[in-house]
Antibody, heavy 122, light 108 residues
Framework: EVQLLESGGDLVQPGGSLRLSCAAS????????MSWVRQAPGKGLEWVSG????????YYADSVKGRFTISRDNSKKTLYLQMNSLRAEDTAVYYC???????????????WGQGILVTVSS | EIVLTQSPGTLSLSPGERATLSCRAS???????LSWYQQKPGQAPRLLIY???SRATGIPDRFSGSGSGTDFTLTINRLEPEDFAVYYC?????????FGGGTKVEIK
């Protein structure tokens, strides 16, 4: 059974940093591109970042480029999102999502974790 | 960046009726890399349709997708009570991947 479990969400002050983790199980982690998608309270979905199965190719939304860094540790079957210079508008539920193939582009997000809340406020 | 515009914003229908949801892209979506997701309150999104018209594993055949280029449609035949939810389209052919704003299907 595919499982994705996000952790690391918290209340953080503007300008602060946070690292999210997503522990994967039930599938060959290194064969799946992965993404982070967020949803601000009462709003729609926003794709944040993606990484190929090998970790060599990464993609970012313009809204987070230069502030967020996606990475993965295939030996630990874990996906990460390092978030720096956080802003109030980064407040959202963050989902990790599994692609159906090793790439990010050209691959739908076939399974999602339950999400973790990040709140940026003073 | 490809902008996806979904319409209508809200669809009010009764169980048993057909729902037709639209997703229009600001530029052509390569290779029909267009998917549809369903999200219920407090839950994660669930993949319904990928490649514009292929149903994901376990999705009932009352859900169907169509379209190409810039115009895509999700059709739900004979709405069941569990189908009332918010639906999002997404293009995954070019970076950044983008989502539409969503269509809420509510009980009339």
């Amino acid at each position: 059974e595919v499982q994705l479990l996000e952790s690391g969400g918290d209340l953080v002050q503007p300008g602060g940093s946070l690292r999210l983790s997503c522990a994967a199980s039930g599938f060959t982690f290194s064969s799946s591109g992965m993404s982070w998608v967020r949803q601000a309270p009462g709003k729609g979905l926003e794709w944040v970042s993606g990484i190929s199965g090998s970790g060599t190719t990464t993609y970012y939304a313009d809204s987070v480029k230069g502030r967020f860094t996606i990475s993965r540790d295939n030996s630990k079957k874990t996906l990460y999102l390092q978030m720096n210079s956080l802003r109030a508008e980064d407040t959202a539920v963050y989902y990790c999502a599994k692609g159906s193939q090793i790439m990010v582009r050209g691959v739908p997000l076939e399974f999602w974790g339950q999400g973790i809340l990040v709140t940026v406020s003073s | 960046e490809i902008v996806l515009t979904q319409s209508p914003g809200t669809l009010s229908l009764s169980p048993g009726e057909r729902a037709t949801l639209s997703c229009r892209a600001s530029q052509s979506v390569s290779s029909s890399y267009l998917s549809w997701y369903q999200q219920k309150p407090g839950q994660a999104p669930r993949l319904l349709i990928y490649g514009a018209s292929s149903r994901a594993t376990g999705i009932p055949d009352r859900f169907s997708g169509s379209g190409s280029g810039t115009d895509f449609t999700l059709t739900i035949n004979r709405l069941e009570p569990e189908d009332f939810a918010v639906y999002y389209c997404q293009q995954y052919g070019s970076s950044p991947l983008t989502f539409g704003g969503g269509t809420k299907v509510e009980i009339k």
